[in-house]
């Protein structure tokens, strides 16, 4: 605002024109040291919440991964076992062990792979996180 | 000295309330006999009921009020709700929010189940999600609610979740297999992973919480007391994120198995 103050809020406020720059000079270092406290706190609470929730996915991810793996592993591994103990003798009457425990076992092995693979991407892509980016745009987002 | 601990050890392995797997024993507390069907009430079931009378009335109580600016108790409620919603959407879909109420009960049942187990009572602490029984019925329940609901929406086009798209039809016969295999382990990772995860976590804790009245009766070695205490109190912290973490992981994986059966095959 121009010393001058020929607006309508010359008769608005009963302030002198010497405290009203006063004011000013004081809101606009203010916000000036706003602007230079911002990010580093920003940044620290980031880090900090980055670094714990590293840990806590990376724990999640490993248990899940792993339970899945052997999953895949036992299920076949089972298939095959039952396959060629009963299924195959009492249906066919053949004798198939230890074949079809192989067969189903590096089936199993594969769905195991699949499945770590597949829940891996899902973790990657993932669903998005609704902490991150403002969901109300603030003073910031008119300026720049 | 390390006689007095090996001694120590075996007679407190010996003696009642010091084994680390005693805490999973099911006990009989109401013997009720169904026509011939032991179901009487144990420790388990007690345990069940008790979460159940304080998920009820915890979210009777906090919703009662019904106020348009939320207490306390009511935005614990409604942030419940909204976690969950919000991830049945981003995993299922908008169509998915008719398992809203099955993903919720899920949830919230082995969450107060698991966070039950954490609670220390003497004699009578018990984590009803450290049974496979348990953790096996519901995933069985999930997988089951998959395939009826799958078969009753895209009927047999359901089984098209069997056939990988944009694979030359060479390869079919030895894809068709994995992913069938992949499909029935599915409830078994669920259930294994809730249960051996709540099982081992409380049987490392008993363990460590064991090792200090072992050095404390130890004569010079109770010097290193503090440090199973000190590693007991920082597994007691992980062992309430993992009982939070697993069973969110449950109704994740819910979500995603249901995704399933409510779009079909891709």
């Known amino acids: 605002m121009s010393p001058a103050g020929k607006g309508s809020d010359e008769h608005n406020g009963k302030i002198s024109q010497e405290a009203r720059a006063e004011i000013k000079r004081r809101s606009a270092e203010i916000g000036r040291r706003l602007e230079a406290a911002r990010p580093t706190l920003q940044d620290l609470a980031q880090s900090n919440g980055d670094r714990q929730n590293a840990s806590h996915e990376a724990m999640g991810r490993a248990l899940r991964l792993s339970t899945e793996l052997i999953g895949g592993i036992v299920v076949g591994a089972a298939l095959g076992w039952s396959l060629d103990n009963y299924l195959m003798p009492y249906l066919f009457g053949v004798k198939t062990w230890p074949l079809m425990f192989i067969i189903f076992f590096l089936l199993g092995s594969a769905a195991g792979t699949l499945n770590v693979v597949r829940s891996g991407m899902k973790m990657k892509t993932g669903p998005s996180d609704p902490s991150r980016g403002r969901a109300v745009p603030d003073d910031d987002d008119d300026v720049n | ?266």
């Open chain 2, 1 to 266: 000295m390390m006689m007095t601990l090996i001694k120590g050890s075996t007679v407190a392995a010996e003696g009642h309330g010091h084994s680390p797997i005693e805490q999973f024993e099911i006990r009989e507390l109401v013997p009720i006999n169904l026509f011939g069907i032991d179901a009487s009430l144990t420790n388990s079931g007690a345990y069940m009921l008790v979460a159940l009378g304080l998920i009820f009335s915890f979210l009777y109580f906090s919703t009662g009020g019904r106020s348009l600016v939320p207490t306390r108790l009511q935005s614990i409620s409604e942030i419940l709700y909204e976690f969950i919603a919000s991830t049945v959407r981003e995993n299922v879909g908008a169509k998915g929010m008719q398992f809203f109420p099955l993903v919720f009960t899920l949830f919230i049942f082995v969450l107060v189940l698991n966070l039950l187990g954490m609670i220390p009572i003497p004699g009578v602490t018990f984590t009803v999600t450290s049974h496979i029984a348990v953790t096996a019925t519901l995933a069985l329940l999930v997988i089951s609610i998959v395939i009826v609901y799958g078969l009753y929406t895209h009927g047999i086009g359901f089984f098209g979740i069997f056939v990988p798209s944009g694979v030359p039809p060479a390869l079919l016969p030895l894809l068709i297999p994995i992913e069938i295999i992949s499909f029935i382990s599915r409830p078994i990772s669920l259930s294994v992973r809730l249960f051996a995860n709540m099982l081992a976590g409380h049987i490392a804790l008993k363990i460590f919480a064991g090792f200090i009245g072992l050095l404390l009766g130890g004569g010079i070695w109770a010097l290193l007391a503090p440090l199973p205490l000190a590693l007991t109190v920082a597994l007691t912290a992980l062992e309430v994120l993992v009982a939070v973490l697993q069973a969110y992981v449950f109704a994740v994986l819910t979500c995603i198995y249901l995704s399933d059966a409510v779009h079909g095959a891709h």
